[in-house]
């Protein structure tokens, strides 16, 4: 088990060492498409394997790996292997229009698998310094993701993602001591005091005031990450400014990757001080994000910053429903990260393509996506009533979860207000798409430039759609019937927690 | 670990390099002048990096000796010269006119923080075992001032030191915990730093070669 935690973190980096030995852009693309989908394999085969066994536990502490981190692996994962498919064909394209240098085009690829290997090495570790470390490390090699282009706008929004992402996780580092503060009275040998399992263990015997501000600090420096608000304002930007595909990687796994850290210290400080305190905080936070998230949706410009929002709002839905907590809150938020993230992705890898042919970000300029692409505009159309939790895809069985955990768990003013606010989402949401796909295309669109459009291939113009459609039958599966061995590790990780 | 208790001559020490840590937060704070900021970062990092040597001494462990003569070379040394030569000097930084808020009154709201982090991390209030307690609130009243200063601070330089700043606080922290955080994830940390101020020096000057002046309240672009 332990060669296959290294494989899955190793996979990625395929893609940057070929850059880095200075193969062209398409063979680095293809290198690391390839070498995340070894990835994926290797995070479906830990998750299937370790079902029914005791954690991985190795060198010293630092690899840590029950159900829910096979989870997360497998949804980073995922969603790496998808985003890896869809860069070849964004960034060939990209280079084809004169967007980006050869140059340019390798540095992504170099950046796009440590990246990615940062993200799924953070989920293996069981040591808390350690999980700091590579989640600041991640937000470095991302924000050169998102600065790729060079403009002052992409510099503008790495400058804000990088300072605003490395304060909120040095602020988590601060509350990740203050764990270790609160630990102090326990005689644990050195090295086991910071990791997961052991202060699970003790959690009963840790100093509730510690522990309590430990917590706080957590939600708000790793929620930082998360993007929720108040700390989201890196996040539209961020999201806006970077590569369609590295927009996926940021909104479909690193917002997880974040919400796991918070779900770790959740573990811990619900034995620890008991369950009122945690979920207080993250009900606050959740329904702030779901409201800030809801009202910017309204506004309709750049239709990238409208799918960051819905990450704000689908994020602060995950933290009310860890909030309203019980076995249904649990199941429907770990559900809901799933099939957030496989929706997200096939809206931003969708939305790449759109601005390959309009050459524009702004909704305005997007007319007639039906009739100039058919594929794009269907998968972005579907896609976009997938993430509004419409039937029969999985998000609709997921809202719907954490919807009667709440009613469950809490008044039914809460779980209405949620309903209520979805509603919202989905006028705001659908008003802005539909408007999209549907109309009058310009002439010179209609009229199309050709089978392959701005891609130098078929090659290239197959790995733009095929990782929406495969995201989408992915979703559709979700909707209608849970794999038994998914069911069953999430079932495992609510054991775990 | 006894060797740390408040009356002992390293725990004296380590509570005087905390005050004076504090203090030159403070005072980067109350200043007005990039040249200022990355000197009072540059002495904080030095007096952070003897802290760290009273610690090792106190301990008697070699890893936290290794991590005291970094913190001198790469946060007390490399950082402030690189700031210096590539930032401030390349792009003619002297005064900062970017402040939203007067100097006086950062200050005040300075010293309103400091009594905060007291209130809520004093001594008495932190489980027994604690070695060095009494650097826990100087740690965060550190924290909060760097934050502070990167929220009155509208400069992109500016907010870097900021930044840097929340992280001598957290390090001033860890130092009591040294027992615990083992030599590779203090390694990590360090890199993570180091990383973060390389790639920050390039999106500044990227910044400011195309905006002409970086200064965030120009970054208008985006918003909303």
């Known amino acids: ?107 992504y690829f170099i950046f796009f698998g440590i990246f990615a290997a940062l993200m799924l090495a953070s989920l293996e570790t069981g040591n808390l310094g350690l999980l700091f470390v590579l989640i600041e490390a991640s937000t470095l090699a991302s924000a050169a993701l998102v600065g790729l282009e060079g403009k002052a706008s992409s510099l503008e929004a790495a400058w804000k993602y990088v300072i605003i992402s490395s304060l909120g996780v040095t602020i988590a580092l601060a509350g990740t001591l203050f764990l270790f503060y609160s630990a102090s009275a326990l005689h644990l040998a050195p090295n086991l005091r910071l990791t997961w399992p052991y202060l699970f263990a003790h959690a009963h015997a840790l100093a509730p005031g510690s522990l309590r501000l430990a917590f706080l600090l957590a939600v708000v420096g790793y929620g930082t990450k998360v993007g929720l608000a108040p700390m989201h304002t890196w996040l539209p930007d961020a999201h806006a400014e970077a590569p369609s595909p590295a927009s996926a990687m940021l909104s479909a796994a690193l917002l997880n990757t974040g919400m796991y850290a918070i779900i ?194 078929r090659a290239a113009r197959l790995t733009a759609i095929a990782p929406a459609a495969v995201g989408l039958a992915a979703l559709l599966v979700l909707g209608l019937w849970i794999p038994a061995g998914l069911s069953a590790a999430i079932t495992h990780s609510i054991g775990v927690l | 670990m006894q060797s740390l208790s408040a009356t002992s001559m390293a725990g004296i020490l380590l509570d005087l390099s905390g005050v004076l840590i504090l203090l030159l937060a403070f005072a980067c704070l109350g200043s007005k002048l990039f040249n200022r900021y990355v000197a009072y970062y540059g002495a904080q990092s030095i007096v952070l990096s003897f802290a760290a040597a009273v610690a090792a001494y106190a301990f008697a462990s070699p890893e936290l000796w290794i991590l005291a003569v970094a913190t001198l070379a790469i946060k007390g040394i490399a950082i402030p010269v690189a700031a210096r030569r590539l930032l401030i000097r390349r792009l003619d930084l002297k005064r900062d006119a970017a402040l939203s808020t007067g100097l006086s009154t950062s200050l005040i709201v300075g010293g309103g923080l400091t009594a905060f982090a007291y209130l809520v991390t ?53 130092i009591t915990l040294v027992a615990t955080f083992p030599f590779i994830v203090e390694a990590g940390i360090f890199l993570d730093i180091v990383a973060g101020v390389l790639i920050m020096l390039v999106f500044v000057s990227g910044l400011t070669r195309q905006l002409a002046s970086a200064s965030a309240p120009e970054l208008r672009e985006l918003h909303g």
């Open chain 1, 264 to 457: 770790r210290f959740l573990a811990i400080t619900k034995v620890g001080v008991g369950a009122d305190f945690p979920r207080t905080v993250l009900l606050v936070f959740g329904f702030l994000s779901v409201v800030i998230g809801v009202l910017f949706m309204v506004r309709r410009g750049n239709f990238k910053r409208l799918f960051a929002y819905s990450s704000v709002e689908h994020m602060g839905i995950i933290a009310v429903a860890l909030g309203f907590g019980g076995v249904l809150g649990l199941y429907g938020a770990l559900l809901h990260t799933l099939n957030h993230a496989i929706a997200k992705a096939v809206l931003f890898l969708s939305s790449g393509d759109v601005s390959l042919r309009y050459r524009t970000r702004e909704a305005l300029g997007v007319r007639g996506l039906l009739a100039v692409v058919p594929l794009t505009g269907g998968a972005l159309m579907l896609g976009s009533f997938a993430v509004l939790g419409s039937p029969p895809f999985g998000l609709f069985l997921s809202e719907l979860t954490i919807v009667r955990a709440g009613f469950a768990a809490a008044s039914p003013v809460l779980p209405l207000l949620l309903l209520l606010l979805l509603a919202v989402a989905f006028i705001a949401f659908a008003r802005t798409t539909t408007g999209m796909a549907t109309g009058e295309p310009e002439p010179a669109l209609a009229a199309g430039p050709g089978k392959a459009g701005p891609y130098p291939g």
């Open chain 1, 1 to 107: 088990m332990t060669a296959l935690a290294f494989i899955i973190i190793v996979g990625p980096l395929a893609g940057t060492i070929a850059a880095a030995v200075g193969a062209p852009g398409r063979i680095a693309g293809w290198a690391g498409a390839s070498g995340a989908c070894v990835t994926l394999g290797a995070a479906i085969w830990l998750l299937v394997g370790q079902l029914h066994r005791a954690p991985v536990r190795g060198l010293g502490g630092f690899l840590y790996l029950d159900s829910l981190s096979c989870f997360f692996l497998l949804t980073v994962a995922l969603v790496t292997a998808l985003a890896a498919v869809g860069s070849v064909g964004y960034l060939s394209a990209e280079e084809a229009a004169g967007q980006l240098t050869g140059f340019q085009v390798r540095l």
């Open chain 2, 122 to 174: 004093r001594p008495q209030l932190l489980p027994h075992g604690v070695v060095a307690a009494a650097v826990v609130p100087l740690s965060t009243a550190v924290i909060l001032l760097g934050a502070l200063a990167m929220v009155v601070r509208r400069h992109t330089v500016a907010q870097l030191i900021g930044w840097l700043i929340v992280e001598n606080g957290v390090f001033l922290g860890a």
